[in-house]
Nanobody, 122 residues
Framework: QVQLVESGGGLVQAGGSLRLSCAAS????????VGWFRRALGKERELVAA????????EYADSVKGRFTVSRDNTKVTVYLQMKRLKREEAAVYYC???????????????WGQGTQVTVSS
């Protein structure tokens, strides 16, 4: 069993940066792949970034490539999402999710956090 808690969301101006954290409980977390998803108001949930259990492989949505970076520290049982040059349309609830499968679909992930709100002002 894995429990995930996101933090680091908040209000930021367009063009600004935030770093989200996903803290996990459970000794097996280091064997799970982790994805960051977001759901904006009125929109479908979408994958933002994902990282394999070892951190060796990452995947990004085209819209965030070059601006977002996903990383993990298995010694701290935490996964990070560094977001730079944020855009207003990226305001959303951001979720981290963990699973043993690798993929961009939400179905690949079994465990989900409660989400953290990111608000981007003009």
């Amino acid at each position: 069993q894995v429990q995930l808690v996101e933090s680091g969301g908040g209000l930021v101006q367009a063009g600004g940066s935030l770093r989200l954290s996903c803290a996990a409980s459970g000794r097996t977390f280091s064997s799970f792949n982790v994805g960051w998803f977001r759901r904006a108001l009125g929109k479908e949930r979408e994958l933002v970034a994902a990282v394999t259990w070892s951190g060796a492989l990452t995947e990004y949505a085209d819209s965030v490539k070059g601006r977002f970076t996903v990383s993990r520290d298995n010694t701290k049982v935490t996964v990070y999402l560094q977001m730079k040059r944020l855009k207003r349309e990226e305001a959303a609830v951001y979720y981290c999710a963990a699973g043993r499968c690798w993929g961009i679909e939400a179905q690949a992930y079994n465990y989900w956090g409660q989400g953290t709100q990111v608000t981007v002002s003009s």
